[in-house]
């Protein structure tokens, strides 16, 4: 992880950049505007969702960048509502044209709910070997429903996207996944801009004249977690990907991890069902 493009090697060969560009709560001028800038900054990697409602800016973003079609790894994201064998593959079909691409790079349940989601993944399993989708994965899938798909399905999910920040490690769940060859994506890592003062990240940030939003990406990605930190903000994309010239030692790692509380930003997935 040297430069901004490394990625890691994904349980079916495909490479994902360590590091991508969220863009939830960024619609219309604002999202086509951060994408265009995360682009020419060097990001690669662009997470999306149908209920963000910005898949067509994000793919007109793409379209003018000239940024070659190979080199970006594109992921949205199959809302709730949507759930279920037939309804996945139309909703598939949305996505993909408001993208206006072919070949969608990551495809993901974005919640697990209660029982849809194994009908749920036998379509994504159809897109998958068709060629819709380079890889498919989960979101938000919690060891339990990640074990019930394992014992129920074919295909071993990529990526389970989870919230993962320094308030909130996930311990348990991370041993699970790289035990399973499920690679952990880190959302809202930043913890939406809360830790931006909290004084252990501050210390080891002033130590290498880092920002703390940066010592934090650092951490996820020298843990081994892809991370997709989001900004609307063009000096703070580009701030978010100057993480590749510093490295934080294993103390340091452990200083970080040590300020878990176990705390969410957004819902606990055990409780957020449909
Ligand atoms: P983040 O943790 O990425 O934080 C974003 C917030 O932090 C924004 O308010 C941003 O402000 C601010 N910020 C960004 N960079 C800096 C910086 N360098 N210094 C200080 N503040 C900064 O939160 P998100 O919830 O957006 O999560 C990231 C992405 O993860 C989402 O955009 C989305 O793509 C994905 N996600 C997935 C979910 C899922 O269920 N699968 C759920 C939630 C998110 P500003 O924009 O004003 O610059």
């Not at 951060?34 to 973003?61: F, K, M, W």
């Not at 206006?100 to 749920?120: A, E, F, M, Q, R």
């Amino acid at each position: 992880m040297k430069r901004m493009t490394d990625g890691t090697v994904l349980n079916n060969g495909v490479t994902i950049p360590w590091l991508g560009f969220g863009t939830w709560k960024a619609t219309g001028e604002q999202v086509l505007e951060s994408v265009t800038t995360a682009l020419a900054a060097g990001y690669r990697s662009i997470d999306t969702a149908a209920i963000y409602g910005n898949e067509a800016e994000v793919g007109q973003a793409i379209k003018s960048s000239g940024v070659p079609r190979e080199e970006l790894f594109v992921t949205t994201k199959l809302w709730n509502e949507h759930q279920g064998y037939d309804s996945t593959l139309r909703a598939f079909e949305e996505s993909r044209k408001k993208l206006g691409l072919d070949v969608i790079d990551l495809y993901l349940i974005h919640w697990p709910g209660t029982n849809k989601y194994k009908d749920t993944w036998k379509a994504f399993e159809r897109l998958y070997e068709e060629g819709s989708v380079r890889a498919i994965g989960v979101s938000n899938f919690q060891i339990r429903h990640l074990e019930d798909l394992l014992q129920n399905s074919s295909v071993v999910p990529v990526i389970n996207q989870v919230e993962l920040h320094p308030r909130l490690v996930q311990k348990e769940l991370h041993d699970f996944c790289l035990k399973h060859r499920i690679q952990l994506e880190a959302w809202s890592p930043l913890m939406q801009g809360q830790l931006t003062q909290e004084p252990v990240i501050a210390a080891i940030a002033s130590k290498y004249g880092k920002s703390s939003a940066q010592v934090i990406l650092r951490w996820d990605i020298q843990k081994g977690i892809v991370t997709i930190p989001k900004s609307v903000t063009a000096e703070r994309i580009r701030e978010n990907a100057d993480i590749f010239d510093f490295e934080l030692t294993a103390e340091e790692i452990a200083q970080i991890d040590g300020l878990n509380q176990d705390k969410r930003v957004g819902p606990d997935p055990d409780q957020f069902v449909f």
